[in-house]
């Protein structure tokens, strides 16, 4: 009886070391065991781990992604105007005793420090990368290039800290609200001048189809001018070679068409008044056998 007194908490008191001496890792986690604040023992992979009790401190980080929203900043590109930018940033403890070394405490304690100490740098980062180009090159919808440079540019001071930078991303990307107004009048402006340029071109492309149109306008009546005079002169040679070919027939009967025709003209329309001497030979088919003007 007295000794199952003596064993008992004997007993207890090695359970309760054996249990302290214990300690689990989540998969989620990494562990560091620190003995009066010196790392002794690192526990990355998750399962059970041992410590000495009452001696060693276990000290747990998180080992997934984790975000940080870095506050708006104001940035002024290489066209000197001012955009305010809101990112984001993804990163992942890799060097969990580095960590360790450059936050000073753990938990939420040393993710609080990790996340103000990596804004200070991203944030330098950003002004040097964005400052460096347009602000059209900032607002255009392909920035990765540009988000690469920011990771490329913070990703060796983040290893400093124990960090393994993932990725950068702009999220949004607002012009100051004073410089809405100046930027919406530069753009009125820009479109104006645009829109004046493509009238001017197309008045000059007007232009041109019309001096073009008139141009053939010109050559048509020209070559139908000239293949008309070319029509009328074959008619009259043809009409001449008629005339001449009977004229040889018969010289008399060509002479009396010609005249009756010279009559036609002179005295047909009515109102005609020649002043001929009476034995003029234009008169020469309108005697009689007698050499008399007929009708008398």
Do not use: C, W
């Amino acid at each position: 009886m007295n000794k199952s007194v003596f064993i008992l908490p004997v007993i207890v008191v090695v359970i309760a070391a054996i249990m302290s001496s214990l300690f689990i890792v989540d998969e989620r986690e990494k562990a560091l065991v620190l003995r009066f604040g010196r790392v002794v023992q690192v526990q990355e992979d998750p399962g059970i781990g041992f410590r000495v009790p009452f001696i060693d401190q276990v000290v747990t980080y998180d080992d997934r992604i984790i975000s940080i929203d870095m506050e708006a900043q104001e940035v002024i590109p290489d066209d000197d105007r001012r955009l305010i930018i809101d990112a984001f940033a993804r990163y992942r403890i890799s060097d969990v005793v580095q960590f360790r070394q450059a936050t000073g405490a753990g938990g939420e304690q040393a993710k609080a420090v990790a996340d103000r100490r990596l804004e200070d740098i991203l944030r330098a980062a950003t002004r040097e990368v964005l400052g460096s180009v347009s602000s059209g090159d900032i607002l255009s919808t392909d920035r990765t290039a540009l988000m690469l440079r920011i990771r490329n540019g913070s990703f060796s001071e983040a290893s400093s800290l124990g960090l393994t930078l993932i990725d950068v991303r702009l999220k949004r990307t607002d012009l100051p609200t004073e410089n809405l107004a100046e930027t919406f009048r530069r753009m009125v402006s820009e479109r104006e001048r645009e829109a004046e340029d493509e009238r001017a071109r197309g008045r000059e492309a007007a232009q041109r189809i019309r001096a073009q149109a008139d141009r053939t306008v010109i050559e048509l009546v020209s070559d139908a001018g000239r293949l008309a005079r070319i029509a009328e002169g074959e008619a009259d040679a043809q009409r001449n070679a008629i005339f001449a070919e009977a004229y040889g027939q018969d010289p008399e009967f060509f002479q009396f068409y010609r005249s009756l025709e010279a009559y036609g003209k002179a005295i047909g329309t009515g109102n005609a008044r020649l002043v001929l001497s009476p034995d003029h030979e234009f008169f020469d088919y309108l005697r009689n056998e007698n050499g008399t003007a007929a009708g008398e």
